[in-house]
């Protein structure tokens, strides 16, 4: 039985295990869905992962077709759905904070630095001139 995480991984990465069928006929098992969400800091990045994994699979031919529902549809241009992946992949990594990251060192033991005083986070002079 999967869980609930994993199930939210079917639904949004479009791999529900056709009626009458198991997930040996979709594109990633459950212990692989699994596994995305274990690596990943939370299941929006861990979503992102496995819509770049389904990228890969329609650019080595691993995957040909899409299914809606009984019907199955043959995508024909594999790059038009790679970069469909690509745009999901982009949008759940934002869902999950993703972008730009910064990280600060502070050292406590002086007085912090006025948050429009780059010059001592840097470590030397800032100086605008010249822009």
Known sequence: MATADVTWMR?????????????EDTNFTDEELQGLLTSE????????????LKA????????????????????????????????MSEHYKRL???GSRMMVIVD??????PTNDFSRMLGEKFSAEGF
């Open 11 to 23: 639904q949004v990465l479009n791999e529900r295990v056709p009626k009458d069928q198991t997930e």
């Open 108 to 113: 406590e033991t002086t007085e912090p630095a």
């Open 96 to 98: 999950g904070g993703g």
């Open 41 to 52: 800091s939370n299941k929006y990045y861990a979503a992102a992962q496995g819509w770049m």
């Open 56 to 87: 890969g699979k329609w650019l080595d031919g691993t995957i040909q077709s899409i299914r809606a529902g009984d019907e199955q549809t043959v995508f024909v241009d594999p790059a038009k759905a790679y970069d469909s992946c690509v745009k």
